[in-house]
């Protein structure tokens, strides 16, 4: 449980960070984010792989490019949530494609058993490191 408590954490940073970086996207703060990043974790974990599937013909014709439409609609539906707002199809696309690149790098940090974690390199002998 610690686990996913950490990624929604992650997801809500990435949703405030895509948040400030367009003008198109809109959250009036940490919860109405918070909230969001729920909704929007909820939608991909039910709807998005339906609306792969059932959308994996036009996805293989255009190499893939299709899922970003998805993405965008399943950040428009999260924009139902009060206090967080999508304005625009092209706002949705470029504004998931910035969450995940941002939910990427954070989950970076994040271990499979949920913990943030880091690397500790130590010089082992000449040029080699462990």
Do not use: Q
């Given at each position: 449980?610690?686990?996913?408590?950490?990624?929604?954490?992650?997801?809500?940073?990435?949703?405030?960070?895509?948040?400030?970086?367009?003008?198109?996207?809109h959250a009036d703060g940490f919860f109405p984010a918070f909230f969001a990043a729920a909704m929007l974790g909820i939608l991909n974990a039910v709807l998005r792989p339906?609306?792969?599937?059932?959308?994996?013909?036009?996805?293989?014709?255009?190499?893939?490019?299709?899922?970003?439409?998805?993405?965008?609609?399943?950040?428009?539906?999260?924009?139902?949530?009060?206090?967080?707002?999508?304005?625009?199809?092209?706002?949705?696309?470029?504004?998931?494609?910035?969450?995940?690149?941002?939910?990427?790098?954070?989950?970076?940090?994040?271990?499979?058993?949920?913990?943030?974690?880091?690397?500790?390199?130590?010089?082992?002998?000449?040029?080699?490191?462990?």
């Amino acid at each position: 449980m610690n686990g996913l408590m950490i990624r929604w954490l992650v997801l809500t940073c990435a949703i405030l960070v895509t948040s400030y970086l367009f003008d198109g996207i809109h959250a009036d703060g940490f919860f109405p984010a918070f909230f969001a990043a729920a909704m929007l974790g909820i939608l991909n974990a039910v709807l998005r792989p339906l609306l792969f599937i059932i959308t994996l013909p036009i996805n293989i014709l255009s190499l893939g490019f299709f899922t970003f439409v998805i993405n965008a609609l399943m950040l428009k539906m999260a924009g139902l949530i009060e206090g967080f707002a999508v304005d625009g199809f092209w706002t949705a696309v470029f504004g998931s494609i910035t969450i995940s690149i941002v939910s990427f790098f954070l989950n970076a940090f994040v271990s499979d058993k949920g913990k943030v974690d880091y690397i500790d390199l130590r010089k082992t002998g000449r040029n080699r490191w462990e």
